[in-house]
């Protein structure tokens, strides 16, 4: 069965340090996956996705099909990434997208 | 507002009512869903459709009921028979983002408190 697993339920560094939040699937076929952030008060909104290879805020995330992982990352947290993370993978298509638990960041000054 | 309304935002219920939460989208997209957010569960998959006058059930459907007769709207009822329907409910829909990777656009929620 499809799974997306994030291990960490609250991560929580300094500002200026490093962030990886960490999300495993579980897929037999060809993943697309992405990252989607809930700020507060705010809606749940697209962060990355991994076909597109793009940076966005900093963060940045490859698809290791090897190890079928797909990390968040970014070199020096901000204050206003605090937030929680849900990874997610997507059949294809317009068919389901299958969510992790997600993962609160939270950066103290 | 984004593209995707839904209402109430917040609505109380007593046990042994049901209830119907609105959402309606103005982007043309073909396919809607709606996800069941609780803490440290994530986001839970309840209906879906990808045509109108089509729906599947997903991995929660159970004591959820929907319709979609028209493109714009996917009203989701939350019947008596929830175990559990205190919960945030999201809205979502599908469409071409850019480099033709299909991305979930979700409205604001509503949070529905059974009393």
């Known amino acids: 069965a499809q799974r997306v697993t994030q291990p960490e339920k609250l991560l929580s560094v300094f500002k200026g340090a490093p962030v990886e939040l960490k999300c495993n699937y579980s897929?037999?076929?060809?993943?697309?996956l992405f990252w989607y952030v809930q700020y507060s008060r705010q809606r749940l909104q697209l962060l990355l996705r991994?076909?597109s290879r793009e940076s966005i805020k900093g963060f940045t995330a490859d698809l290791n099909k090897g190890e079928t992982s797909f990390h968040l990352k970014k070199p020096f947290a901000q204050e206003e990434d605090s937030a929680m993370y849900y990874c997610?993978?997507?059949?294809?298509?317009?068919?389901?997208?299958?969510f992790g638990t997600g993962t609160r960041l939270l950066v103290s000054p | 507002d984004g593209g995707i309304t839904q209402s109430p935002k917040y609505l109380f219920r007593k046990e042994g009512q049901n209830v119907t939460l609105s959402c309606e989208q103005n982007?043309?997209?073909?396919?809607m869903y709606w996800y069941r957010q609780d803490p440290g569960q994530g986001l839970r998959l309840i209906y879906y459709?990808?045509?109108?006058?089509?729906?599947q059930k997903g991995d929660i459907a159970e004591g959820y009921s929907v319709s979609r007769e028209k493109k714009e709207s996917f009203p989701l009822t939350v019947t008596s028979a929830q175990k559990n329907p205190t919960a945030f409910y999201l809205c979502?829909?599908?469409?071409?983002?850019?480099?033709?990777?299909?991305?979930?656009?979700f409205g604001a929620g509503s949070r529905l408190t059974v009393l």
């Open positions: 997610a993978l997507s059949l294809g298509g317009f068919q389901k997208l299958v």
């Open positions: 897929y037999s076929g060809s993943p697309e």
């Open positions: 991994h076909i």
């Open positions: 982007l043309n997209h073909d396919a």
């Open positions: 459709s990808q045509i109108v006058n089509d729906f």
């Open positions: 979502a829909t599908i469409g071409q983002g850019l480099s033709g990777a299909n991305v979930l656009t």
